[in-house]
């Protein structure tokens, strides 16, 4: 008896090893796909959130209590696209990687799939080896589930929240995965593997502090029409996306006029927020290539010149000697307010571009 | 039965190990965060403007000499030094401007409860974290605990 006893425990702790081994074998594990989904209509939208979660984005609201600030973006994502009645949402929220007993690796990462306001999939991924290329494993995902474009005016949008991208050598954006490198160049790729022959973005979001920078803008010129982003620092690093509702009422919103409002709504909130400097901008990428190459290739001179410290928080362009602000200034649109303490700027307009010093 | 027995408590520690690993990984953005959360706090209950800006300095010095130390003892990558000067820069400007020193005006009495929320949503903003290894955190930790 205690010989079968022993045996039986000793079969028992086997199993539950090798079920703990394959759970770390796959790279995504389903949790939860729409079996018989009602034949949707087609989308007038497709809107795409990135959410980035490994590192730190803790703050504070007023009253003390510590707040995730990725929870909330992903909390707010949820809610759209759950009111996105029209369109096809896809949020991914990538979190920190981590492993069982340091060495099977967990699915960490998070993947909804909502198609007019109703969940189609949701399911939890990792990174394996060769998915360390920015965005790679989430544009392979999205591919598979995509819906088929058929209305003629459809728009595509991507939003990315998370810290600021660095014009360069971007290792260690990431907390647990430091070789995937994040900066602009690696973000207009991994944007362009979205994309489809050669289809191009309405709109690119991105919920950061430091990124309506030229070098950005050149990156993303030949896949997207729109920018919008902060050329400093943008508090809690959230720009509210729920304007996508207007696309429910008119769906012939322009991009332009989607960003706009998505600009407005977050600068009405901030002012009664916040006390930092409030910078957004909305960059026509088509306008702007007349000179974002020689915009660019002037604050490359003069990084080589001035070696400024890429850490510290980015001040207006127009602060530079080399600004042109009358041929700078078209295809912007800038939402400013300044800081109430701090050095106060000698401009009282904003350009809307951001510059290291 | 033994050996099993053994092997069952070995597995155990580990994932005990692991997850106390887990909870106490953190970087120094978010440790500086909690503790100039409880200065905010603090600055707000404060009955006058001279304690209000007491703290705010105590809590500015604590920050300094915490990152003075860290990057004394040599333990920091060349990114890891500038992003915590990038850092300590900053609330050299904050510290300045509160005492009203390098061209700033004083922050006034009136004002005092609004710049230390300021000086709280400047660290908290979203740009270049700085990530650093736990032992320097707990460090960090422990500067600014026992000051």
Redesign the interface.
């Known amino acids: 008896m205690h010989f079968f006893r022993?045996h039986l425990?000793?079969k028992l702790?086997y199993l539950a090893i090798t079920v703990f081994i394959l759970a770390g074998c796959s790279s995504t594990s389903q949790v939860y796909n729409r079996e018989n989904p009602s034949e949707p209509s087609a989308s007038v939208y497709t809107a795409i959130y990135y959410i980035h979660a490994d590192?730190?984005?803790?703050?504070?609201l007023?009253d003390?209590s510590?707040v995730r600030?990725n929870e909330q973006a992903l909390n707010s994502a949820l809610e759209v696209a759950e009111n996105a009645l029209s369109g096809e949402v896809f949020i991914f929220h990538q979190k920190s990687q981590?492993k069982?007993?340091?060495i099977f690796p967990r699915n960490q990462n998070e993947y909804y799939h909502f198609k007019n306001g109703i969940l189609q999939h949701y399911k939890k991924y990792r990174y394996s080896s060769g998915d360390d290329i920015l965005f790679s494993k989430e544009a392979e995902i999205f591919k598979a589930d995509r819906s088929e474009i058929t209305q003629p005016d459809h728009q595509t949008y991507f939003f990315y929240f998370?810290?600021?991208i660095?014009r360069d050598q971007g290792g260690?954006y990431n907390?647990s995965i430091s070789q995937m490198e994040v900066d602009s160049e690696t973000f207009g790729s991994g944007v362009k593997s979205f994309l489809t022959g050669d289809q191009i973005l309405d709109l690119v979001v991105i919920?950061?502090?430091?990124n309506a920078t030229p070098s950005l803008a050149k990156q993303l010129l030949p896949y997207d029409n729109y920018l919008l982003a902060s050329a400093q620092?943008?508090?809690?690093?959230y720009i509210d996306t729920d304007a996508l509702n207007l696309l429910e009422t008119n769906k012939s919103t322009s991009a332009y006029d989607l960003a706009h409002a998505m600009s407005s709504q977050t600068f009405d909130r901030l002012s009664k927020e916040?006390?930092?400097a409030i910078t957004l901008s909305i960059i026509d990428l088509k306008k702007v290539q007349n000179y974002i190459n020689e915009l660019d290739e002037n604050i490359s001179i003069y990084i080589d010149d001035n070696n400024p410290?890429?850490?510290?928080?980015n001040i207006d362009c127009q602060e530079l000697s080399f600004f042109d602000a009358e041929a700078y200034s078209n295809g912007i649109t800038a939402f400013y307010r300044p800081?109430?303490?701090?050095?106060p700027s000698r401009f009282k307009t904003h350009s809307g571009w951001g510059c290291k010093k | 039965?033994k050996s099993?027995k053994i092997?069952?408590y070995t597995?155990a520690m580990?994932?005990l190990v692991?997850t106390v690993v887990?909870a106490q990984t953190?970087?120094v953005?978010?440790t500086f965060?909690?503790h100039f959360?409880k200065t905010?706090?603090q600055v707000a209950d404060a009955d006058n403007a001279d304690n209000k800006r007491a703290i705010l300095n105590n809590s500015f010095d604590k920050m300094k000499t915490a990152i003075n130390r860290i990057e004394t003892s040599g333990q920091l990558s060349p990114?890891e030094l500038?992003?915590l000067?990038?850092?300590k820069?900053?609330i050299d400007?904050k510290s300045a401007?509160l005492n009203g020193l390098n061209?700033?005006s004083i922050?006034t009495d009136e004002?005092l409860d609004?710049?230390s929320?300021?000086a709280?949503?400047?660290i908290?903003?979203?740009?270049?974290?700085?990530?650093i290894g736990l032992g320097t955190v707990l460090l960090i930790i422990i500067i600014l605990l026992l000051l």
């Open positions: 022993q425990i000793k702790f590192n730190d984005y803790l703050y504070h007023s003390g510590a600030a981590k069982r007993l340091w998370g810290h600021e660095p260690h907390r919920s950061t502090c430091n620092n943008l508090h809690l690093s916040v006390f930092t410290d890429p850490f510290p928080d800081a109430k303490f701090g050095r | 039965m099993i092997l069952l597995v580990c994932l692991q887990t953190s970087n953005s978010e965060k909690t959360n905010v706090t990114a500038a992003g000067n990038a850092f820069s900053d400007l401007e061209g700033f922050v004002d609004d710049f929320k300021y709280q949503q400047a908290e903003q979203a740009d270049r974290n700085v990530t």
